[in-house]
């Protein structure tokens, strides 16, 4: 099996980045080693509050594998409609970045997160019908983290989507006009 490692590609890397793949493959993994290496604040984003709740606990703490493997301790801790993304230290704990729920970032608009470079958006396709209209949401949550500043001379928010190939028939990948282009790209054995 190939590992896969987002860094190979950190070139191609656009505003909107989607990588689509087996699961278990280090889609995730190695968003976390690109993104926490650069010592930025980020937000790790899920499509629901209870995915998000869940990442709270040990038991679903997405960090816990990546974190062990370098030797250092990252938990996620609710707050109100988000949650902090933190490392415990020796001495002190140090905020690494923010975990929303695209269902639920609507209440969070207006907020200045302009110090936020990279949004990794783990699991954004799911087999389940969404209760929200999944590429609305995006495109809101978009446009409030990233603000003006294109207009700003600051490089765009970064978001990379992730998700293991289960279907294609997702509200992002249709409001981006990406079927098609994801169906030659399979029909032609391309990555």
């Not at 493959?25 to 190695?30: A, E, F, P």
């Given at each position: 099996m190939e590992w896969y490692d987002i860094r190979q590609r950190a070139a191609k890397l656009r505003p909107v980045s989607i990588v689509i793949g087996g699961r278990g493959?280090?889609?995730?993994?190695?968003?976390?080693?690109?993104?926490?290496?650069?010592?930025?604040?980020?937000?790790?984003m899920r499509n629901t509050d209870v995915q998000l709740k869940e990442c709270y606990t040990d038991f679903g703490n997405p960090f816990k594998r990546w974190a062990r493997d370098h030797d250092r301790t990252i938990r996620m801790k609710g707050e109100k409609n988000h949650a902090l993304i933190y490392e415990d230290k020796e001495d002190s704990t140090e905020i690494l970045g923010y975990g929303v729920a695209l269902s639920t970032f609507e209440n969070l608009r207006g907020v200045d997160l302009s110090e936020v470079e990279y949004v990794i958006f783990d699991e954004f396709i799911e087999r389940r019908k969404y209760t929200f209209k999944q590429f609305e949401a995006f495109i809101n949550f978009y446009e409030t983290v990233n603000r003006n500043r294109e207009l700003l001379g600051e490089d765009p928010l970064m978001c990379i989507l992730l998700s293991n190939a289960q279907k294609l028939d997702n509200p992002i990948l249709v409001g981006y006009n990406l079927i098609p282009v994801i169906e030659s790209m399979i029909k032609n054995g391309q990555k």
């Open positions: 493959i280090g889609k995730t993994y190695s968003a976390f080693t690109h993104i926490i290496g650069k010592n930025k604040p980020f937000i790790y």
